[in-house]
């Protein structure tokens, strides 16, 4: 007998209020964007600008003691990494410290390194800085602009692949779903403060492309199901088409948030941004492939004349490519 979270058949009416759930999508990509605007991004080193550091020691690194140190100097953004490589002897162990700009500076300044080095002698006595180095604000802008721009070409590719493969109203519920998901998730950063750096935008779009897979999964089967059931109407199409996917849905998304919420607890606080990012994506991207991108294809309409016999009136639904 196999375990089951979700019956093998449902017949869940996803649309009985369809103007509710888009209702509630718009009043949280409003409330993220006026939390945006009023409290912008908790930008991390990597927009800010700041400066590295790299340390070595005969002494193992210690993230967390190398943490610790420099938490009591509150210089604001530190991240701490251990840098592995196979061609390092044993008594080279190496650590890259970032350190956010301090106000009204555009690097850390000499005395601030030098108090760091006494922070972290007091963890590892012989540790040495073997190299430093800083990156200003123009720099930081510009990574705030590419990554901008990337995830822009990502959705915008979304658009014309789909677009492609279907048909423009399964293109545009798809990348409204997409624009939704980002958005929120991007509000959530900005509501909680937690900080927004360049694993946020490999986040972002990760969760780009499993919104996708997931949309495109249903998608595929409503395509399916409009040649099958031609005497459907598209709403009880698109219930049936959910109804057929949704054990694979939700056990897909089920276990992927199980092995992320393991990493957002045992992870540490290197990768608890990122993976918060992801398990905030999931839950959005599951919600938007079924209560958005369907219900933007419902109020779109689906021509498909092109499956009824020859010599009969298409129904008001469109055109699709088989």
Do not use: C
Not at 35 to 60: C, H, K, V, W
Request: aromatic fraction near 10%; charge should be negative.
């Amino acid at each position: 007998m196999r375990l089951r979270l979700v019956p093998e058949t449902t017949n869940w009416n996803f649309f009985a209020r369809p103007t509710l759930w888009l209702g509630i999508s718009v009043v949280m990509i409003v409330m993220a964007l006026v939390s945006f605007g009023l409290r912008g991004l908790n930008y991390g080193i990597d927009f800010q600008g700041g400066t590295t550091i790299r340390t070595e020691s005969a002494q193992p690194v210690d993230v967390g003691a190398y943490r610790d140190a420099l938490a009591a100097l509150e210089l604001g953004d530190v991240v701490i990494s251990e840098v592995y490589d196979p061609n390092f002897g044993p008594d080279q162990n190496v650590a890259m410290v970032r350190i956010q700009a301090q106000d009204g500076e555009e690097a850390v300044s000499a005395e601030v390194i030098e108090t760091a080095r006494t922070a972290l002698q007091g963890v590892a006595e012989d540790i040495r800085f073997v190299s430093v180095g800083s990156v200003g604000p123009k720099v930081s802008g510009e990574l705030i602009q590419t990554a901008a721009i990337a995830v822009t070409l990502a959705i915008a590719t979304v658009l014309i692949y789909i677009w492609l493969r279907f048909e423009w109203q399964f293109a545009l519920g798809a990348v409204i779903a997409l624009v939704h998901d980002v958005v929120l998730t991007i509000g959530i950063f900005s509501e909680v403060g937690i900080r927004f750096d360049l694993s946020i935008i490999a986040a972002l779009l990760t969760i780009v492309g499993y919104s996708l897979n997931d949309t495109v999964v249903v998608f595929d089967r409503v395509r399916e199901n409009l040649i099958k059931y031609k005497s459907k109407d598209l709403k009880e199409v698109l219930n049936l088409s959910i109804n057929e996917t949704l054990s694979r849905t939700f056990m897909t998304s089920f276990t992927t948030l199980i092995a992320l919420i393991s990493l957002f607890v045992l992870g540490g606080d290197v990768i608890r941004g990122f993976v918060f990012a992801m398990i905030w994506g999931v839950v959005v991207g599951t919600y938007s492939s079924i209560f958005v991108a369907s219900i933007i294809l419902l109020k779109l309409g689906v021509k498909r004349d092109w499956t009824t016999p020859p010599g009969q009136q298409g129904n008001q639904f469109g055109n699709i490519d088989a």
